[in-house]
């Protein structure tokens, strides 16, 4: 199998907006010249009753078929995009001045404390995670902590890297797992990257267990790659997780004597969890109250994190339908951003301005959907949108977070969960999956000068983001998302939309595409095979074929050039897919 020699067949769109192609039968091999004539098809097929959403399914917003200038703090979505017609993008040439400016290192991921062992083997999740950051101007940040996290324990006399002696075993986030000495060297394993870690906590702490994790692990790490230690993990639900009463105060009494004991030269972090979202006032535990009863008195925090998971676990029903509304959806994310994020958010920004907000843990859903819905070429689709939302917003970094029982991860790193006896927990690996094919999309969206990130098309199904030059203001790129629901097994049509971007002068534009021809349920060659591939401009990811490294076409990157008339350059996109704009000769 020699894989330089695939033919993408989704590189270039060809057809007018008001075009209806089918989907075409995948052809991997041959010529990459023969792609345009299978993309576009004549044929014909019923197109499923997908949308609009049925009577039971909570309603989306149809109004309007226009593109929306967007504030700063995002507006209200418009409906999805109707079928042939051009969007028009309102653009500012220069750079709003009060539009928050993305770090460098906004792109990271998070492996749950336990299961540090199984993504330091061999190399291929350092090929991954290597494959972003030189997309990027700052090293990658990875986030050690969870659950497993407060409650471990650590035996220096223990060959093996881990023993699971109570709980979930063996792949559990919440059962209990002894750490020997060896565990601590797999820090060393990511030399290229920094960290956070955690520091074991629960209502209860012991603080010599505490300070023998610390110790080990940031003198593994090195100091100058300990990027900051957090004071427990998800600290709001510990009465509930260890059946006692736990106050805001508590924890701040907790984590200030904590902080006290943590000689090291470094900063902390404040870890809330993913149910409340920004804060749940029945508690007590909300940003606002945790900072202004005086968790930050000494100076020296530095990240307030929050987790994320985006489908609600309330919802019990998978099909196309639920996955466009509370996955695919731009309102999806906005809604749950309001509900508790964006006023803590708004908080630390003004109150707190040298702690950065983050969301340390994230994933398309915490339990529940199968492999196709949440670790899928849709869930990729929802972490592109979701990512450049949150950038957009001023959020400072945002993980991506693993383990390898976790269906929402977005690669398996062995074979350590392929035992059918594991059940639910049961994960094939090793495997890159498909939600993964969004990091390197949104690292060369970031790039290497990361500016200002301003929202400029907000609508359920569809969205638009412009980035701009940080040195000059001018406008860099523009990201382009089609959340518009198509699968090859679902659908039949796969539906065209036209973006107008406008362009001062003449010229051409570059666009790269991130697309899957199998559509929103392709989850990548690992695990569908050819059918299956996703692509990056032109670059997929396998363990199988590349061992995490990426491979390209024809040995060479994947873009179009497009060129502008009457000062405006026209992007069609296809349903499920999106792209990036560069002007001014600015592909990276």
């Known amino acids: 199998m020699h894989f330089s020699n695939l033919s993408w067949l989704t590189v270039a769109i060809i057809t007018s907006q008001n075009t209806v192609v089918a989907a075409p ?45 967007s504030s700063l703090s995002g507006s209200s979505p418009s409906g999805p995009v109707p079928v042939g017609s051009a969007t028009v993008l309102h653009v500012q040439s220069s750079a709003p ?24 083997v061999g190399t291929f999740s350092q090929n991954l995670i290597n494959s972003v950051a030189k997309r990027l101007s700052s090293p990658v940040i990875i986030r050690i902590g969870g659950t497993s996290g407060d409650i471990l324990l650590i035996d220096p006399n223990q060959d093996e890297v881990k023993v699971c002696i109570d709980g979930d075993c063996p792949v559990g986030s919440s059962a209990t797992y002894i750490l020997g000495p060896s565990y601590f060297e797999e820090f060393r394993r990511f030399q290229n990257q920094h960290f956070t870690f955690q520091a ?7 603080t010599t267990g505490s300070l023998a994790y610390v110790r080990r692990a940031y003198e593994a790490i090195g100091a100058d790659r300990v990027a900051g230690i957090a004071l427990g993990n998800e600290v709001d639900l510990y009465a509930g997780q260890f059946g006692t009463t736990y106050t805001v105060a508590d924890y701040i009494y907790d984590a200030l004597a904590l902080e006290d004991a943590i000689t090291y030269p470094t900063t902390f972090e404040f870890l809330k969890s993913y149910l409340s979202g920004g804060g749940d006032a029945s508690t007590g535990f909300t940003v606002e109250t945790a900072f202004s009863a005086g968790l930050n008195t000494n100076g020296r925090t530095k990240y307030a994190a929050l987790h994320w998971y985006q489908f609600p676990t309330s919802v019990e029903v998978y099909t196309p339908e639920t ?56 869930a990729a689709l929802w972490y592109v949108d979701f990512e450049c939302y949150a950038m957009s917003l001023g959020v400072k970094r945002e993980d991506a977070t693993h383990r390898p029982a976790a269906y929402h991860s977005l690669w398996v790193p062995d074979d350590s969960t392929n ?7 049961q994960n094939t690996g090793p495997q890159v999956r498909g939600p993964w094919f969004a ?56 539906v065209n939309i036209t973006f107008d971007v406008p362009v001062s002068g003449s010229g051409q534009v570059t666009v790269k595409r991130l697309c899957a021809d199998a559509g929103a349920h392709a989850q990548g ?28 076409a024809d040995g060479v990157p994947v873009s179009e050039t497009v060129e502008v008339c009457n000062s405006v350059a026209s992007i069609t996109l296809p349903d499920s897919e999106a792209a990036i704009v560069y002007f001014g000769g600015g592909a990276q």
Request: charged share 15%; net charge negative.
């Open 25 to 69: 039968p995948f052809r991997p091999y041959g010529s990459s010249r023969d792609r345009p004539n299978n993309r576009v098809s004549s044929i014909t097929t019923t197109k499923s009753a997908l949308w609009p959403p049925s009577s039971t399914a909570p309603s989306l917003s149809t109004s309007g078929s226009s593109a929306t200038n």
């Open 97 to 120: 001045i009060n539009a928050p400016h993305v770090p460098g290192d906004f792109v990271g991921f998070g492996f749950e404390t336990a299961f540090l062992n199984n993504y330091a």
């Open 200 to 206: 074991p906590m629960g209502p209860d702490v012991n």
């Open 323 to 378: 996955e466009q509304i509370y996955l695919m959806n731009h309102s999806a994310v906005t809604s749950k951003f309001s509900n508790g994020y964006t006023s803590a958010l708004s908080y630390i920004q003004s109150a707190e301005p040298e702690v950065d907000y983050i969301l340390s843990e994230s994933g398309s859903s915490l339990i529940g959907p199968p492999l196709e819905f949440q670790d899928a070429f849709g």
């Open 419 to 425: 035992d059918p006896a594991l059940g639910d927990q």
């Open 439 to 494: 990091m390197p999309m949104i690292a060369d969206f970031v790039g290497k000068q990361p500016g200002a990130v301003v929202p400029i098309l907000e609508q359920d199904l569809a969205t638009a983001y412009a980035m701009y030059d940080p040195s000059t203001s001018a406008l860099s790129r523009i990201m382009l998302v089609n959340l518009k629901f198509w699968s090859a097994d679902v659908n039949g049509e796969r």
């Open 525 to 552: 060659y690992d695990v569908q095979g050819e059918n299956g591939v996703i692509t990056w401009a032109g670059e997929t990811w396998s363990y199988e074929l590349d061992n995490g490294s990426g491979s390209l």
